[in-house]
Each structure stands twice: as C-alpha cells, then as structure tokens.
C-alpha cells in the first residue's frame, strides 16, 4: 500500500512538473512587462460639428485583426480613415462630421469579439467644453453609449476595472505576486509584504503620472523581470534565511516602488480623463489592489490543499514553480535587454 502511494505521489509530481514546464513554454510569449494594454479610441472635438476619431491598437499574435470603430450614427467621414503601423502597434485616424451633440450615441467596435485572447476598448470622448468621460468596451459588449453628462463614478467604475484586470492579466506582476506569497508562506508575514508592496506601488504610480518622477520604460520592464528571477532563486533555496524570508515587508517595498513605475507605464498608453485625474488614479489602484488581493487568496488556498493532501509532494511543487517562473522571468529579461 505504502508502495502505491509513493508510486502516486511520484506521478503526481512528475505530472506538476511537466504542466509547469509547458506553462512556462507557453507563457514566455507575451515579452511586455504588461499585458493588459487595451485598445485605446479617441473621439477629440476640433470644432462645433468636427470630430477626430483616433485608435491605437498594440499588435498581439500571428492572428492579427485590425479593427475598426464604427462611429456614432450622427456623424460621416469626411475623408478615408488612415491607418500606419506604429512600435508594436496600428494607428488609426479619421475626421468626423458630426450633426448634433453625440451624448446618448454609441461607438461600436464589431472586430472586438473576433479577436483572439481577451480584448477590451478604452473610449475616451474630449468634447471641446465638457469633461472628459471614458468608457470600456469589451468582446461581449462591444459598443458604449456617450453619456450626456459624465460623472465621477463613471470614470471610478472603468479604471476600477481596468486596474483589477491589469494586475490578474499582467504575467510579469502576477507571477511577482506568486513567488513572493510562495517564498513567504505564513499568514501576517504576506500580509505585511503585500501591504508594502501596494504602498510602494501607489507612491510611484502616483509620482509618475502626476509628473513628479519618470524613468527609461524600457529599464523599468528589464528590472521588474530581474525581480520576479530574484524571487524565483530565493525560492529555490528551500529552508534557508534568504533575505526575502527575513524581511519580506522591506524587499516587497523595494520591488514595489519598480513595479509602480511598471503600472505608470501602462497607464500612461491608457490615458487619464482630464478633470477627473484623482478619481481615475484612485480606482486604477485599488483595482490593482482588488486584483492582488484574489491572486494572494488563491495561492494560499492552493498551497493549503496541497499541504492537506499531497504533503509528501508539497517540495517538488513549490520547486517546479519556482523553476517555471524562473525560466520564464529569465525569458523576459533577456528579451527585454536586447530590445532596449
């Protein structure tokens, strides 16, 4: 019997560690430090009755789709939208010439739900004398209605939104977020490096969009994968005082003020509502927050079966992930140096 279940635990182990090893294939795809850049679409008032639509969508994948938005039922095109392809993405351009106020239109991206993965919209409408207001589109509900006048809560509900998905769809932040409640393990311990690191998150994050702080993006995204290989290697040294495990809070606050310089990036390709640049900063980090949040619960909850059920195998799990985020971290680093 004994023999059986030694038998089972070793299957199951070499099973966790070739699962790891094709996530890990899989996952080095995706070389940007963030991965949830949504389509971003522009509706700028020139004058009364004309209108610029601009779209900037970053280019994923061999099966690429460019789209492009339908514009509100009271508006023509004065002229064949203009495409060019940017840095890792399409730019798009059209002028418009509207009839009427456009609150109570909707701007439609058909192509959203054709393309491959998860795609969201970001329309963002700048008349010439109101505020500005932001809306998301996304694969299921591909159209948005103009509203007549935006509020706050509106803009707080979008980036509410967008900062949850940045931090779960965000590979590199994500796997940080992993390997660091990994490495940690105990309960006030992660509590206390997660609350550093959301605190040294939100202090640059702030700083670099209000303007305070900048730095090369392209480092910012070299350093954050040299974190999570960091991380990976302090795992990998199973039941030793690495500096991680002595001062976790101290170490997540440091990575954290590089990471927050990562979601300034991100943010930056987004674009914050003029007017409403506090509520939107405010609800694009406690997305961020939310999203940590769920990802640190579900680790816990995992780690916590595995050590009920599968205690004999717990070493070789930990150590699998530890080497797929590694290899991964590794991946992004290199790629990201040479693309500097």
Known sequence: MRLQRGRLHGFLGILWIAVSGLLAVFAVTPAHADEIRPIVIELTQQRDDLWQMHWKQPVAGRNFL???????????????????????????????????????????????????????????????????QSVRLTASQPEATILQQPGTWQVFQTYL??????????????????????????GWPVVAAATAFTAAHSITLAASVLGFAGVNQAAVEALIAMSIVFLALELLRDGQAT???????????????????????????????????????????????????AVIVCVLAARSLVRRYLPMIEPQIIRASAYGIGIIASYWLIDRILGW
């Open 243 to 293: 500096l991680t495990r002595r001062w976790p809070a101290i170490i997540a606050f440091g990575f954290g003020l590089l990471h927050g310089f990562g979601f300034a990036g991100a943010l930056a390709e987004i674009g914050l509502p003029q007017g409403e640049v506090p509520a939107a900063l405010l609800a694009f980090n406690l997305g961020v927050e939310a999203g940590q949040i």
């Open 161 to 186: 939104i967008i900062g949850a998905e940045h931090i779960i769809m965000g590979w590199d932040h994500l796997l940080f977020v992993i390997a660091l409640v990994l490495l940690v393990q105990r």
């Open 66 to 132: 460019a789209i492009e938005p339908v514009p509100p039922a009271n508006c023509t095109t004065t002229a064949q939208p203009v495409i060019r392809q940017g840095s890792a993405a399409f730019l798009g351009s059209v002028m418009l010439q509207c009839v009427g106020p456009l609150g109570g239109q909707t701007v439609r991206v058909p192509q959203l739900a054709q393309l491959p993965g998860k795609s969201d919209a970001l329309l963002r409408v700048e008349p010439s004398d109101g505020p500005v």
